[in-house]
């Protein structure tokens, strides 16, 4: 059965200091002029060269970045993907387009490199409402279960955990552990959690945690848009709220999300998580149409209408400013940098362990059961 334990114990004042951070941070504007674009993108593109530098950027970031991240040798994908591709790639720095705890993961797993954020103040909201205290205490009252926490946490969060977890392989290594009779404590995300306690049957001790953007989608406005296209597939992240997730076609993470969209046969799709990634699915599958879930709908607040106001900050002018004062770089604390590698490596090698025996061809329907579960997140 699920548990959750009091909001105000796990989350304390998490929406006030939810709302003074999106009060405090300024999404740059667009550059207007494609000519100061593209010469924008070329010194950039040279900067990163002379500083033995690689970009990797997160699906949710502008397109702009996306592009320039490619164009140049680096990747955009997810979380995981980009601290993989920041460990395995040459360069001496990395570049990171996302969020906080995504640039601590990269320095977790690259310790020797020099690890530069886009902008320093691009965090989470799941990140925000797991402090470390708080989650040491939740820890300590629960010591009977193993404890699981999502990649979008702080680096402090993870160190205190056994496992560190992907939306793609979460299933997997829940199912691993219910298997062995273990109970779980989850954290932060409690759409995600819940929906693999539905899945798994597992016991699971639930964060009161939620993703700004997933958590403001609406089944009523996604019903709406599914009677507008009733042909089109529905691709819902399982951070999403349980009432949006049961109309989905395909439930997974973004990559997961990607190549559903890559794949099936359909030729619209109604895509509930943030818009960025509909820049990599426009490119990606060409000719096809992708429709955003909407955020309207009863008890709507459309605080993100599907943007996330941290992933906004990464503009090509943001990253200008981070070449041109590059800075130290991310730091993390050798206890705490030792802990979360712990957890994460743990991660790496279970899913390494099951792409191992996994082969899946182009037809997503002759493998729906294997690729719903595995992937990058």
């Not at 906004?312 to 981070?322: G, W």
Request: proline residues 5%; hydrophobic residues 40%.
């Amino acid at each position: 059965m699920i548990q959750r334990y009091p909001i105000d114990v796990c989350q304390p004042d998490s929406q006030d200091a939810l709302s003074r951070q999106i009060t405090w941070h300024d999404v740059p504007p667009k550059l207007s002029v494609q000519s100061d674009k593209a010469a924008l993108k070329q010194a950039l593109a040279k900067q990163l060269k002379e500083q033995d530098a690689v970009l990797v950027a997160h699906y949710y970031t502008d397109p702009d970045i996306q592009d320039l991240a490619l164009e140049t040798g680096g990747c955009v994908g997810d979380s995981l993907e980009m601290a993989r591709f920041g460990q395995e790639h040459t360069a001496s720095t990395v570049l990171v387009a996302g969020v906080g705890f995504m640039a601590e993961s990269a320095k977790i797993l690259s310790p020797e490199k020099r690890v530069l954020a886009v902008h320093d103040e691009a965090t989470c909201s799941l990140d925000l409402g797991c402090a470390p205290e708080d989650f040491k205490q939740f820890c300590a009252a629960h010591p009977d279960r193993e404890v699981v926490v999502y990649a979008n946490t702080s680096a402090a969060v993870k160190a205190q955990a056994d496992w560190v977890v992907t939306s793609s392989i979460a299933l997997d290594i829940v199912r691993h552990l219910h298997a062995q009779g273990k109970k779980i404590l989850w954290a932060p995300d409690r759409h995600l959690g819940s929906y693999i306690q539905k899945q798994t049957g597992a016991d699971m001790l639930l964060w009161q945690g939620s993703c700004l953007v997933h958590d403001e989608f609406k089944a009523d406005g996604l019903k709406a848009v599914m009677s507008e296209h009733p042909d089109a597939q529905v691709l819902v992240h399982p951070e999403s709220p349980a009432s949006v997730v049961a109309l989905a076609n395909v439930v997974g993470s973004t990559t997961q999300l990607l190549r559903a969209a890559i794949n099936h046969s359909a030729d619209t799709f109604i895509v509930a998580t943030d818009q960025g990634i509909l820049h990599a699915m426009r490119q990606q599958a060409p000719g096809k149409t992708f429709l955003a879930a909407p955020t309207a709908g009863e008890s709507a607040t459309c605080k993100s209408c599907a943007y996330c106001p941290w992933m906004a900050l990464n503009s090509l002018e943001a990253l200008r400013q981070r070449l041109s004062q590059p800075g130290p770089g991310i730091q993390v604390a050798s206890d705490l940098r030792e802990g979360a590698r712990r957890s994460l490596q743990r991660m790496m090698d279970f899913a390494a362990a099951q792409q191992s025996n996994l082969r899946v061809s182009a037809d997503l329907a002759e493998h729906s059961q294997q690729f719903q579960h595995v992937g990058a997140a």
